[in-house]
């Protein structure tokens, strides 16, 4: 679904270059759950950035659905965007002057869905995500995990083909992460989402199907599931994060 | 650091954010300083004995933009107090006591008002040399620059500024002494206050507002006076209950029609519109009332301008006029003698207007407008005379065929006679209608050449009618000068009060007409319009503050709204319909207040009185388009500023 093909991306003037991703190659395929790991400043956010669209690669090719997102003009990537991505932040990123079913519903209303039918797919999408009955309230009403279910709809209503997800988990407390990733891992499983994470938290990562672990720009080593269970890919994660140095403290 | 490093490094940081007011404040400084020009301007205060009341009235409006502007300066000052709550917060923090807080303030403040005073002061002198230009336009005399810095103008602006800043400072000084560091640091977490808070009433209150508003529209278009009282009552009522709910107006709507939520840009519009307004509401209807007041300021001093322009117009054909139903009255006699004594004359002519059998004329024209009748019979005059007089004013010639008769009228009544074709019957002749002509004529004075229009038939069918009055014109060789006017009306006086006031003559001066309707053009239409432009420049900055302070709250939407993938267009197209609702809300209803005010006022003056520009239609529209073109000066900078700083590029 998803083709990242040797990109590189520099930031800077000529005097002072940084390169913040490094000849980076991966693939993924349709359904697919995988987190992207690493230690601040390894590029992730860059990376999330450049797949979705708000940044452009210095070099290299990004393929979505085999379209070559480089290709695209602003007006059809700003398309591209509302059709094909779903986004979900660390800081919830919710309309503060929104209800939630009205930030939910922006994303229809985005795409210029028939404003009839938008309340009956907002209420269906909220139903799955156990957030119905706060609807009616506004962000600063409702708990972080619920804002972040809330985004998660928003993120899947218009049938976005890709969720990308930045440190969901980040602002929440450890029970309200359990239950975001198992909400997360019940839509890639249950319905079928393609999700791509970035995140810095080893507990969150292992919930993935696959992990790329960024180191100064490059990918320094991936894991993969398999039939291990949660608790072992975990362990596999840490001993990796601990092969890239730094604490292990600095990357729970 | 010193306190008093930072307050001035404040100051310069309170420009740069708020530099909407800051430049509003340097506009209203320079205003003041041009009117004070005017109140201690010995070379225009000498142009016309008329115009020694020009200060008094000035000073008074003066007052007036003073409370005005305190109210401004109060309501900024709490506005960035407000939205600068952590800093102060720090401050409190770090061990800095409320006192000195409050003179760190208040020092910051008193630099931003002494540098907007300074630049007030010399743009002012431009400001001021547009009035003395304007001025010396209205007496008809050639303008020449000169500088004229007077300090007692620079002191009394000063004094006015002292006493805004004193008055605007009093709220914040008690809230800067009060504030404890909690609620500082934390404010930003707390939910403003909304002025009226149970739902279920703001939803009864904004239908209740709205059929008032609606009910109060009509009322004022009906037209008549206390129905139009009624209906300013009803729109101001709609303004605060409007005002007040739309914030819960808004969502009961949406909720009630879901799909209109949900179409175009509708959702994000009016949600950011309810979420400002839910804290502001008071306040735009307070906007929305100086609104009011400045369009219809406006269209009074149109109108004002109007009577005196027209007047002069309307009878400025001759240089002198008497006229008398007794030639032998002592003010008769003594002003022509005083005239022939004193005045060159060029030409000059006695005629008599008389009176006919029936007032069928008048009759006709007063069902068909609000004409003012003044004589019993229609006027008639001696086509000789006639013939004469239009020589006299350099008129084409006409000619009047046996068994005709003319008529000459103001150009409103030739409108109305446009459909007349009845005979006049005038010592058993008929006569038929020969002609309509409309020059100036002095038809505007009751007692000269009838009052808006005169019949003109053969001199022995007139000869045959009673006798009105006598009338005695002047063209003279040169401007009649103040000295010799004011020397007329002395000896008018002088008779009047030894005789007890008995008098029927009409002496008139064209000269002392124009000096009049130039000094009262001055002393209405310049106070009226200081302080229409005053309380414009009020409004528009509340609002352009307001919408600015939203910088940054708008600026992380849109960057949101991007990544969701909106399109730049619409975002564009999404920020200017909220502007352009955001602008218009508070300006509409004054509109439909401001409008029929006018229209209705301009109907009270005496029909044909105002003509070319100041025509009631004119007026309005003139009225409307200052107002807005103040007005979207102000929208154009805060959208400027917004779109660069709001939209991701």
């Known amino acids: 679904m998803l083709q990242v093909k040797n990109i590189e991306k520099y930031y800077g003037n000529q005097n002072n270059v940084t390169k913040a991703l490094d000849r980076v190659s991966f693939d993924v395929c349709d359904g697919e759950f995988i987190a992207i790991m690493g230690a601040s400043g390894s590029g992730k956010t860059t990376l999330l950035n450049c797949i979705s669209t708000i940044d452009t690669v210095s070099a290299g090719d990004i393929l979505l659905e085999g379209e070559n997102i480089a290709d695209l003009p602003a007006d059809r990537l700003a398309r591209f965007r509302r059709e094909k991505l779903g986004f979900v932040f660390q800081d919830f990123n919710l309309l503060d002057t929104l209800t939630i079913e009205e930030n939910i519903g922006l994303a229809l209303s985005l795409n210029h869905q028939d404003p009839g039918k938008v309340q009956n ?70 319905m079928g989402a393609t999700i791509l994470m970035v995140t810095h938290d080893a507990y969150s990562a292992s919930y993935a199907g696959r992990v790329l672990f960024l180191k100064d720009g490059r990918i320094f080593n991936e894991l993969l599931k398999g039939q291990r269970n949660r608790s072992v890919f975990y362990h596999e994660i840490l001993d990796v994060l601990a092969l890239l140095g730094g604490d292990v403290s600095d990357v729970i | 650091m010193t306190l008093s490093s930072l307050s001035l490094r404040n100051a310069k940081r309170q420009t740069g954010d708020y530099l909407v007011y800051f430049v509003s404040i340097v506009i209203v400084a320079a205003l003041i300083y041009a009117f004070n020009g005017l109140v201690f301007s010995q070379e225009l205060q000498s142009l016309s004995s008329r115009f020694r009341d020009l200060s008094s009235i000035i000073i008074s409006a003066s007052i007036v933009v003073i409370f005005i502007m305190s109210w401004l300066v109060s309501y900024t000052i709490n506005f960035m107090l407000t939205q600068r709550s952590r800093e102060f917060g720090t401050y409190l923090l770090i061990g800095v006591e409320n006192k000195q807080i409050a003179r760190m303030f208040f020092m910051e403040n008193l630099a931003v008002g002494g540098c907007a ?69 934390y404010y930003e977490k707390k939910n403003e206050e909304e002025a009226l808070k149970a739902s279920p009433v703001r939803r009864w209150i904004f239908t209740i507002s709205i059929a008032l508003g609606i009910i109060g529209t009509v009322l004022i278009m009906a037209g008549s006076l206390s129905l139009g009282f009624i209906g300013a009552g009803c729109i101001i009522a709609f303004l605060y209950g409007f005002f007040l709910s739309f914030a819960s107006g808004v969502p009961a709507f949406f909720h009630k029609h879901p799909t209109l939520k949900y179409k175009r840009q509708n959702l994000l519009v009016f949600r950011t519109l309810a979420s400002k307004l839910s804290t502001m509401g008071i306040i735009m209807a307070t906007i929305s009332m100086l609104l009011v007041a400045t369009i219809i300021s406006e269209g009074m001093g149109m109108i004002f301008r109007g009577i005196f322009a027209g007047r002069a117009t309307l009878n400025g054909c001759f240089d002198i006029l008497l006229s008398a139903h007794d030639t032998n009255e002592e003010v008769f006699t003594a002003s022509l003698d005083y005239i022939e004594k004193n005045i060159p004359i060029k030409a000059n002519m006695r005629y008599q207007v008389y009176l006919a059998e029936t007032s069928k004329t008048m009759e006709y024209i007063e069902s068909r407008t609000s004409y003012y009748r003044h004589y019993q019979y229609d006027t008639v005059m001696r086509e000789s005379d006639y013939i004469a007089l239009r020589a006299m004013l350099g008129y084409p010639p ?40 409309t020059e100036t004529f002095a038809q505007h004075l009751y007692d000269v050449n009838g009052n808006g229009f005169i019949l003109v038939v053969p001199d022995q069918v007139a000869e045959d009618c009673p006798v009105s009055h006598t009338t005695q014109v002047f063209l003279t060789q040169e401007k009649v000068t103040e000295d010799c006017y004011n020397a007329l009306f ?101 509109v439909l207040i401001g409008v029929p005010v006018i229209l209705n006022t301009a109907r009270i003056v005496e029909p044909g009185t105002l003509i070319g520009a100041s025509r009631p239609a004119a007026v309005t529209g003139i009225s409307l388009g200052l107002f807005f073109l103040v007005y979207a000066i102000y929208i154009l900078m805060a959208y400027t500023s917004l779109k660069k700083n709001v939209l991701p590029t």
Not at chain 2, 117 to 126: D, R, S, V
Not at chain 2, 130 to 140: D, E, N
Request: aromatic share 10%.
């Open chain 2, 490 to 590: 002395v000896l008018e006086n002088e008779i009047m009060e030894r005789i007890g006031w008995h008098n029927n003559t009409l002496v008139y001066i064209k000269a002392a007409e124009d000096a009049d309707a130039a000094a009262w053009t001055a002393m209405t239409v310049f106070p009226l319009y200081y302080l229409a432009l005053v309380l414009t420049i009020t409004a528009a900055t509340i609002l352009t503050i307001q919408q600015l302070s939203e910088t940054g709250r708008y600026r992380r939407q849109f960057l949101l709204l991007q990544k969701l993938g909106m399109e730049q267009k619409e975002m564009q197209r999404s920020l200017r319909t909220q502007f352009a609702i955001y602008y218009a809300m508070p300006a509409v209803p004054p």
């Open chain 2, 117 to 185: 005073l300074a630049l007030g002061l010399l743009l002012g002198n431009l400001l001021f040399q547009m009035l003395r230009a304007i001025v010396f336009a209205l007496f008809g005399t050639p303008y020449h620059f000169s500088f004229f810095f007077p300090l007692k103008a620079v002191g009394l602006t000063l004094f006015y500024f002292v006493l805004i800043y004193l008055l605007a400072q009093m709220k914040s000084r008690k809230r800067i002494r009060r504030m404890k560091i909690y609620d500082l640091i």
């Open chain 1, 121 to 190: 797919q907002v209420k269906a999408v909220a139903s799955k995500l156990g957030i119905t009955d706060i609807l009616e309230k506004f962000p600063y009403q409702v708990s972080g995990g619920q804002k972040q279910r809330a985004a998660c709809a928003r993120a899947m209503v218009a049938g976005q083909s890709l969720l990308l997800a930045d440190e969901p988990t980040g602002a929440l407390d450890s029970r309200a992460s359990k239950n975001l990733l198992e909400i997360m891992t019940g839509m890639n499983r249950d």
């Open chain 2, 398 to 437: 006409v000619t009047l065929t046996d068994g005709q008769y003319l008529i000459h009228c103001q150009p409103y009544i030739e409108k109305v006679l446009k459909d007349w074709n009845q005979n006049v019957i005038l010592g058993g002749k008929t006569l038929t209608l020969g002609g309509l002509y």
